[in-house]
């Protein structure tokens, strides 16, 4: 086979693993990023209960101090009922009279972190149901996952191996071009030239319809062994098997054109007039005579 024909052969193949390798990636991406979702849950998670931990020990130290003082206004009473004169008897006054606005404040600020510890605990009970919610989803698209290797696991691997068969009848240069490209336009490597117009000699890429030189169209014409890109999207170009020259393909037009001309004769000296196929035809003889010069 002609290394076009070759190259038409691994990107048949080659579009085929891409698929299927496509549906699984794709499978595994959406599993990966449920996985990453609830590591970054149970991580805000365990935040959460740090924090909860912490402003339970701060409410219980403001416990604690506020029993403090509440135990030594209590034994400042007892002095101030036995205080012997007036200058001890305001010195235990002003002491209580502190205590006193300390606990006022001690008891705010532990109603303050009390009120931080019950909306912590909230926010930590509705993490814990997003991440049980998360880990149904993240089991769903396990078994999607699972679903996929299985369906496509097989035939992946054949495909595959037939690409690898495909790839060995191709030189390593022609073959690295080829793997350049695919991995460009993710996997639509070949590209048919378009015939725009035979007689004007307008031809265009099949992908991205940028025109291609009537030059180009005559190499790929006439030699199959060449590998040629698109200058603007860089695709291997190859021709339909129909519109090929060389070999017998070459000869057939000139016997076409010599029956064309004599059915035309016939015809203009019936009819007048040549109709729109002995126009196409002659048209095809007289690209292919203009080709081979």
């Keep these: 086979m002609a290394l076009l024909d070759n190259l ?8 085929q693993v891409r698929a299927l390798s496509t549906r699984v990636e794709s499978a595994r991406t959406y599993f990966n990023a449920q996985e990453r979702q609830i590591a970054l849950l149970e991580k805000q998670k365990g935040e959460l209960e740090t924090q909860t931990r912490q402003l339970q020990a701060s409410v219980h130290a403001l416990e604690v101090e506020q029993t403090a003082a509440t135990d030594r206004v209590n034994k400042l009473r007892g002095e101030l009922n036995n ?29 303050d972190e009390m009120q931080r510890v019950e909306e912590t605990k909230k926010r930590l ?10 880990r149904k989803i993240r089991e769903l698209a396990k078994a999607k996952l699972d679903e996929c290797r299985s369906d496509v696991g097989e035939r992946l691997a054949e495909l595959q191996a037939e690409r690898a068969r495909a790839a060995d009848l191709i030189p390593d240069r022609d073959r690295e071009v080829f793997d350049r490209v695919a991995n460009l336009t993710e996997g639509q490597t070949m590209s048919e030239v378009t015939i725009v117009d035979l007689r004007h000699r307008e031809f265009a890429c099949g992908e991205c319809n940028i025109e291609v030189p009537f030059e180009t169209f005559a190499r790929l014409s006439s030699n199959a062994e060449s590998v040629i890109q698109c200058k603007a999207c ?31 004769t016939r015809s203009s000296s019936a009819k007048g007039e040549r109709t729109q196929a002995e126009i196409d035809a002659a048209d095809k003889a007289k690209f292919e005579k203009t080709r081979k010069l």
């Design 125 to 134: 009970e509705v993490h814990i149901a997003t991440i049980a919610e998360r």
């Design 234 to 264: 860089a695709r291997i170009l190859f021709l339909a098997e129909a519109n090929r020259g060389g070999g017998e393909k070459t000869k057939e037009p000139k016997a076409a054109k010599s029956t064309t001309k004599a059915a035309g």
């Design 8 to 15: 038409l052969t691994l990107h048949r193949v080659d579009s």
């Design 83 to 111: 205080s012997t004169n007036d200058k001890q008897y305001k010195a235990i006054l002003n002491e209580m009279k502190v205590l006193e606005t300390q606990k006022d404040e001690i008891v705010k600020r532990a109603v």
